[in-house]
């Protein structure tokens, strides 16, 4: 063993320990000391040497920094051979709670987690650097209280699992793809960037592009927990080719549904000209539908015939069709009603009330008054089920049977005058 002087070990002190040890004690050579040969220690016991390149600093040989291999320093706490491991070679690894790392750092414990503190007054930051330019971050900023990933400029976050690449990327530009490596809109959804939108042409959305290629599965499904919350909320352009929504048949290139920038929702078309423009049949809830596919434009039910009954509403009138097979009625006996009853009816002209900021046009109709005929002819009177509401109406094609009847009268009068 070397000879050690009190200069060598304050030497050895500042190497390590990064500050100065004062050495005021005598040395002195033993016998079987803390190594297995000869040792040089402190004339306390506080510190010793011993021939296995050991620096113990405790009489119980528990703490002490170890040469255990070529570029390889151990430190040894309470006895624990794999506490520090500081390896010096070519990689520059080190090791804490293993004395073989894996990595430059590697930290391993024999039971629990492993944590890791910054513990920062201000602002705490991992740097990431490559030829000790900065690539990216991970910061605390402390001043607003948040938590930062960053890459530098011209970079980009990716989010990986599984083996499979691009789980998540964030470009420098800000687009955001998920499951998709280079988004060409603000949030791309799936692999494909382009979608056909106006039955001719790809346009890649600015916004937001959502793909999936599972038949069984929806592209997006939104839902608001909360029964009194808002679903969804769409904002578009004021006029007629701005769509707030439009839905395309992928595969055929044709709208099924779009609501433009004028509020007018069209069914199967794109331009619908008026609050609601239908492309095609309307089939009710009460199984009758209207068609300009029969000749004669008639309401037919679901079997495609013209029993039942059902009016179609245009405006403030009605069109009416109703069965009049003699087999689905039980005839009773000849109406009373006629001559006298059309006599009775008091027709008016009128104006409809409009809303003051209206700029409709005014125009004159004739009618009757609905609560007028409820009091005389109350099955000829559709009312609301809360009589106070406003929108009693008349059923007008019921009378027609009446006007006829009436016809019939005064034409026997008629004859009878013609007669005499």
Same mark, same amino acid.
């Given at each position: 063993m070397a000879e050690l002087t009190t200069n060598t070990i304050a030497s050895t002190y500042t190497m390590l320990l990064k500050t100065t040890a004062v050495i005021d004690s005598t040395l002195r050579k033993v016998e079987g000391g803390n190594g297995?040969?000869?040792?040089?220690?402190?004339?306390?016991?506080?510190?010793?040497?011993?021939?296995?390149?050991?620096?113990?600093?405790?009489?119980?040989?528990?703490? &002490?920094?170890?040469?255990?291999?070529?570029?390889?320093?151990?430190?040894? %706490?309470?006895?624990?051979?794999?506490?520090?491991?500081?390896?010096?070679?070519?990689?520059?690894? %080190?090791?804490?709670?293993?004395?073989?790392?894996?990595?430059?750092? !590697?930290?391993?414990?024999?039971?629990?987690?492993? +944590?890791?503190?910054?513990?920062?007054?201000?602002?705490?930051?991992?740097?990431? +650097?490559?030829?000790?330019?900065?690539?990216? +971050?991970?910061? &605390?900023?402390?001043?607003?209280?948040?938590?930062? %990933?960053?890459a530098n400029s011209g970079k980009l976050l990716r989010f990986d699992t599984g083996g499979t690449d691009a789980r998540m990327t964030i470009l420098s530009t800000g687009l955001v793809g998920i499951g998709h490596a280079t988004p060409l809109a603000l949030l791309q959804v799936g692999a494909i960037n382009t979608l056909v939108t106006d039955g001719s042409t790809a346009v890649t959305p600015e916004g937001m592009n959502v793909h999936v290629t599972e038949a069984s599965k929806y592209a997006m499904g939104i839902m608001n927990a909360d029964a009194s919350g808002d679903g969804l909320l769409i904002s578009a352009g004021d006029a007629a080719d701005d769509y707030a929504l439009r839905v395309m048949d992928y595969d055929n290139a044709v709208t099924l549904f779009s609501v433009n920038g004028l509020g007018n929702v069209g069914i199967r078309t794109d331009t619908a000209r008026e609050e609601l423009e239908v492309s095609g049949a309307i089939i009710s809830s009460q199984g009758h539908y209207v068609t300009t596919y029969n000749t004669d434009n008639r309401i037919w039910n679901s079997a495609g015939s013209a029993s039942g009954s059902a009016t179609l509403y245009i405006g403030n009138e009605t069109i009416d069709t109703s069965a009049s097979d003699a087999r689905m009625k039980n005839i009773v006996n000849e109406t009373p009603m006629g001559l006298d009853s059309v006599n009775d009816m008091e027709v008016h002209t009128f104006t409809w009330k409009k809303d003051e900021d209206s700029e409709d046009e005014v125009f004159t109709h004739t009618g009757m008054i609905a609560q007028e005929?409820?009091?005389? &002819?109350?099955?000829?009177?559709?009312?609301? !089920?809360n009589e106070e509401e406003i929108g009693w109406a008349i059923k007008y094609n019921n009378l027609v049977p009446v006007l006829i009847k009436a016809i019939q009268e005064l034409s026997a009068k008629v004859t009878a005058l013609e007669n005499a």
């Open positions: 297995t040969d000869s040792a040089l220690m402190l004339a306390d016991d506080s510190i010793a040497i011993d021939t296995a390149d050991k620096l113990f600093f405790d009489s119980g040989n528990n703490t &002490y920094i170890h040469e255990a291999a070529a570029d390889r320093l151990d430190f040894v %706490v309470g006895g624990d051979v794999d506490g520090f491991v500081l390896k010096l070679d070519t990689t520059t690894k %080190v090791g804490i709670g293993t004395a073989a790392p894996g990595a430059n750092l !590697e930290v391993k414990t024999s039971s629990g987690g492993v +944590q890791m503190n910054l513990n920062g007054t201000t602002d705490s930051t991992i740097d990431f +650097q490559e030829g000790g330019s900065t690539k990216g +971050q991970i910061t &605390y900023d402390a001043s607003h209280d948040q938590l930062i %990933v960053r005929m409820d009091e005389k &002819y109350p099955w000829l009177v559709k009312k609301p !089920e």
